[in-house]
C-alpha cells in the first residue's frame, strides 16, 4: 500500500514539453509493472503509457509519438516524457502499478495544462 507523489505538471503552450516524475518506493519497479494514466475534466481515466518490470513497454495509440516512459532504479522515479503538447493533453496526471488495483495508491496527480 503505497501512495505515490507526482509533479512536473505545469502551463505550458501547445507544442511545449514536459517531463513528469512519479516517486515510488525503493526498489518498487523490479516488483511491479508501472504506467501513467491522465484524466481530463468530465472524461474518465485513460492509460497513457505503461512499462513491465523489465522496461517493455506499451504507448496508448493517441499519444504514441509525443510521449516517452522511462524510470530511474537508482532514484525509484518514474518519468514521462510529453511532447509537442496540444490543448486536448490537458488533464491530471497519474502514475500507479498496472493494473491499479487498489485505489490508495492514487496519488494527487499533477496537473498539466495546455493553453496559449
Known amino acids: 500500500q503505497v501512495q505515490f507523489v507526482e509533479s512536473g505538471g505545469a502551463l505550458v503552450q501547445p507544442g511545449g514539453s514536459l517531463k513528469l516524475s512519479c516517486a515510488a518506493p525503493?526498489?518498487?519497479?523490479?516488483?511491479?509493472?508501472m504506467a501513467w494514466y491522465r484524466q481530463a475534466p468530465g472524461k474518465d481515466r485513460e492509460e497513457i503509457a505503461r512499462?513491465?518490470?523489465?522496461?517493455?513497454?506499451t504507448y496508448n495509440r493517441l499519444i504514441r509519438g509525443r510521449c516517452t516512459i522511462s524510470r530511474d532504479d537508482a532514484k525509484d522515479t518514474l518519468y514521462l516524457e510529453l511532447f509537442n503538447l496540444i490543448p486536448e493533453d490537458t488533464a491530471v496526471y497519474f502514475c500507479?502499478?498496472?493494473?491499479?488495483?487498489?485505489?490508495?495508491?492514487w496519488g494527487r496527480g499533477t496537473q498539466v495544462t495546455v493553453s496559449s
Open positions: 512499462m513491465s518490470i523489465n522496461r517493455v513497454t
Open positions: 525503493r526498489n518498487f519497479f523490479s516488483q511491479y509493472a
Open positions: 500507479n502499478i498496472y493494473p491499479p488495483t487498489d485505489i490508495r495508491s
